[in-house]
């Protein structure tokens, strides 16, 4: 039987196979036949973040799943996934208040990163490099929660993309701090074959552990240690229209191969 696939957002307009309603507000704001069609649909392709809980509510199958929706830019839960998961990654405390904060200089040593709690959707990761007391009052000053990690001297930053549970690219790129800010430099796009073996295999087992079908790993790397940094989900970004048409083509391909 033929599957009725339908998207509320608009990155997967032209493809044939998927009816994309577009993003209303309320789902009041949609037609009757709409409604229909959500009603009926086997499965939601990018459903919105402000209906997510709804569409898990009524047990439809969603593409992202329900898990990268609610791992979308918080890295308080990210950090909490990881660590359930027994992943490398940084040493890493929430502090919140003032009372909780005065300790983050006993728990670390300087230099330390900080970062904002949760990730915008203007894209901008928000971490400082904090030398001393005077960075790190500055910082408080501005979040709570603090988000504190230990400093990893690192020689590259790699980033994998998982799509549908599977490792498809990466890129590579180096990171400098322009005075406290952290900002890439030199990124390098790899693929598939050009992919060191723990990051496939790292980026896979968080992806199928945790239900995360549309994800990028990002690792920090030297010689052959790793640790894995955070989880991002670049189907949130607007705007990127080199990677939507890519992200177009995988889907049209797994939908022909039944995959989705």
């Known amino acids: 039987m033929k599957r009725l696939r339908i998207a509320i957002e608009k990155e997967v307009l032209g493809i044939a196979a998927i009816v994309t309603l577009g993003t209303r507000a309320l789902l009041s704001d949609y037609s009757e036949e709409e409604l229909d069609l959500i009603h009926r649909a086997d499965i939601i392709f990018y459903p919105a973040l402000h209906f997510i809980d709804i569409f898990a509510a009524m047990r439809k199958e969603m593409f992202p799943t329900l898990s990268c929706y609610r791992l979308l830019g918080d890295r308080q839960k990210q950090t909490a996934l990881l660590t359930l998961l027994d992943i490398p990654r940084p040493r890493t405390r929430v502090y919140y208040g003032h009372k909780q904060k005065s300790c983050i200089s006993s728990d670390f040593s300087f230099p330390l990163v900080a970062k904002s709690p949760v990730v915008g959707s203007n ?16 910082y408080n000053s501005r979040y709570n929660p603090a988000y504190i990690q230990e400093f990893v001297e690192y020689q590259w930053k790699l980033a994998i993309k998982v799509f549908n549970y599977r490792v498809i690219c990466g890129y590579r790129e180096g990171v400098h701090f322009e005075g406290r800010q952290a900002v890439p430099v030199q990124r390098t796009s790899l693929s598939l074959a050009e992919l060191p073996e723990f990051a496939i295999e790292t980026a896979g087992a968080i992806a199928r552990a945790a239900r995360l079908s549309d994800v990028c790993v990002d690792f920090l790397c030297r010689e052959k240690d790793f640790v894995v940094l955070g989880l991002d989900f670049g ?3 607007k705007g990127c229209r080199d990677t939507d048409r890519k992200r177009i083509r995988m ?9 989705l």
């Open 123 to 138: 894209r901008r990761n928000e971490v400082f490099l904090v030398q001393d007391h005077r960075d790190l009052a500055a």
């Open 235 to 237: 189907f949130s970004y």
């Open 251 to 259: 889907i049209t391909r797994m939908i022909q191969r039944g995959e």
